[in-house]
């Protein structure tokens, strides 16, 4: 489709890919409905709780040391929930999550700068865990849906951690000979294949790997008794699939489905299935389907986001702008890009909530804006 794409032949298999138009459908309308200053720092990342149904309106932010709870209301009203100041003063997080305790209570998991992953008893309020080990900082982290108290972090040590936040184990680490060779900027877990988890980073590659042959270790974590430190923690040096999908730095990966979502610096985001060449080195071919463009992405470190059931995505750009992509639509089609005079700094991260009625943006200003679907509404 795009004469002179110099990705094109090293892909080598099935068609062309289908790349979307620009041209807004303007299947949905959102308006905003807030704004907020939440600081002159950089906000990095903004994440809604996917995790209990009690929760689904309720999102969290990181921005310097800060890590703050939220809740959306109608009209457009957001409420400050929970704040929690790090006691490192020099620690800046760019990561959020939620997880859970086996028993259901919800937790906040954080990482940044300093290597540190904080997880915060959202229901207690206060620090649950610690943990150390990264020699570098943290770019994600990210929640087992199926295990929710299994959580992955990705680090610039060009390695993956795998921990459980309810024993404080640090049960696998992703690294080694078949390993990242630069930063992990993202990391994903598969939706229902337990054991499969995506990773890119600043090597330009996108890396699956299994914790099939290690699933014993996962589950020994559940009902240890001796202390963490003790833990066999098992290093996986070798991916399962290794493919370099783009020419350029990868910063945010997700799964949809068996297929694979990733973004790139190019101005991009690509819908792809991973393919295994060599079954022994993981060797991987990359069968591209569709692409969608966001203009002026060309910075590192923006992240998109979808809803629950990956009906759409949005990712922001450096300019202040969103694009809202329709997932399930074949060639692809930007249902509306949203813009305002004010909004004119980078959107590191939006947060699609689970319906997609709501998308929020975080940006290196300070600011959070909240959109909302007003498609079907009589005003």
């Given at each position: 489709?795009?004469?002179?794409?110099?990705?094109g032949?090293?892909?080598?298999?099935?068609?062309e890919?289908v790349v979307g138009?620009?041209?807004?459908?303007?299947?949905?309308?959102?308006r905003i409905?807030n704004r907020?200053?939440?600081g002159n720092?950089p906000?990095?990342?903004?994440?809604?709780?996917?995790?209990?149904?009690?929760?689904?309106?309720?999102?969290?932010?990181?921005g310097?040391?800060?890590?703050?709870?939220?809740q959306?209301?109608e009209g457009?009203?957001?409420a400050?929930?929970?704040?929690?100041?790090d006691?490192d003063?020099?620690?800046?997080?760019?990561?959020?999550?939620?997880?859970?305790?086996?028993a259901?209570?919800?937790?906040?998991?954080?990482?940044?700068?300093?290597?540190?992953v904080r997880?915060?008893?959202?229901g207690?309020e206060?620090?649950?865990?610690?943990f150390?080990?990264?020699?570098e900082s943290?770019?994600?982290?990210?929640t087992?849906?199926?295990?929710?108290?299994?959580?992955i972090s990705?680090?610039?040590?060009?390695?993956?951690r795998?921990?459980?936040?309810?024993?404080?184990?640090?049960?696998?680490?992703?690294?080694g000979?078949?390993?990242?060779r630069?930063?992990?900027?993202?990391?994903?877990?598969?939706?229902?294949?337990?054991y499969?988890?995506a990773?890119?980073?600043?090597d330009n590659?996108?890396?699956i790997?299994?914790m099939?042959?290690?699933?014993t270790?996962v589950?020994?974590s559940?009902?240890?008794t001796?202390?963490?430190?003790?833990?066999?923690t098992?290093?996986?040096?070798?991916?399962?699939?290794n493919?370099s999908?783009?020419?350029?730095?990868?910063?945010?990966?997700r799964?949809?489905?068996?297929?694979?979502?990733s973004?790139?610096v190019?101005?991009?985001?690509?819908?792809?299935?991973?393919?295994?060449k060599?079954?022994?080195t993981?060797?991987?071919v990359?069968d591209v389907?569709?692409?969608?463009?966001?203009?002026?992405?060309?910075?590192?470190?923006?992240?998109?986001?979808c809803d629950?059931?990956f009906?759409?995505?949005?990712?922001?750009?450096?300019?202040?702008?969103?694009?809202?992509?329709?997932?399930?639509?074949?060639?692809?089609v930007?249902?509306?890009?949203l813009s305002?005079?004010?909004?004119?700094?980078?959107?590191?991260?939006?947060?699609?909530?689970?319906?997609?009625?709501?998308i929020?943006?975080c940006?290196?200003?300070?600011?959070?804006?909240?959109w909302?679907?007003v498609?079907n509404?009589?005003?």
């Amino acid at each position: 489709m795009v004469a002179g794409d110099k990705r094109g032949k090293s892909f080598g298999l099935g068609c062309e890919p289908v790349v979307g138009s620009l041209a807004a459908a303007k299947k949905r309308e959102y308006r905003i409905t807030n704004r907020l200053q939440e600081g002159n720092r950089p906000i990095y990342a903004v994440v809604f709780n996917f995790l209990d149904s009690q929760y689904l309106n309720v999102f969290a932010t990181v921005g310097g040391n800060r890590i703050t709870v939220y809740q959306c209301l109608e009209g457009g009203i957001i409420a400050v929930l929970q704040s929690y100041v790090d006691e490192d003063k020099d620690e800046s997080f760019y990561t959020v999550g939620w997880a859970c305790s086996e028993a259901g209570s919800p937790f906040i998991v954080a990482g940044g700068s300093k290597g540190i992953v904080r997880v915060i008893d959202a229901g207690r309020e206060k620090i649950y865990r610690s943990f150390i080990g990264h020699g570098e900082s943290i770019n994600e982290v990210r929640t087992q849906a199926l295990k929710p108290s299994l959580v992955i972090s990705a680090s610039k040590d060009e390695s993956l951690r795998l921990w459980n936040v309810q024993t404080g184990i640090c049960i696998l680490i992703f690294a080694g000979a078949g390993g990242h060779r630069n930063e992990i900027l993202s990391v994903d877990f598969h939706p229902s294949d337990i054991y499969r988890i995506a990773s890119c980073g600043m090597d330009n590659t996108v890396k699956i790997w299994s914790m099939k042959d290690f699933w014993t270790y996962v589950e020994k974590s559940f009902t240890w008794t001796d202390l963490p430190s003790k833990f066999p923690t098992k290093f996986v040096q070798y991916p399962v699939y290794n493919a370099s999908v783009h020419v350029n730095y990868v910063d945010c990966t997700r799964w949809l489905g068996d297929f694979i979502l990733s973004k790139s610096v190019d101005d991009e985001i690509i819908l792809w299935e991973p393919k295994v060449k060599k079954e022994i080195t993981g060797e991987g071919v990359v069968d591209v389907l569709q692409k969608y463009p966001i203009p002026e992405c060309d910075i590192w470190f923006i992240k998109f986001s979808c809803d629950f059931h990956f009906n759409i995505a949005s990712v922001g750009n450096r300019e202040g702008k969103i694009f809202v992509w329709e997932l399930q639509s074949t060639p692809p089609v930007l249902a509306t890009k949203l813009s305002h005079p004010q909004s004119k700094s980078p959107i590191r991260q939006t947060a699609t909530s689970f319906d997609g009625s709501t998308i929020l943006s975080c940006c290196e200003d300070g600011t959070i804006w909240r959109w909302d679907d007003v498609s079907n509404s009589s005003t």
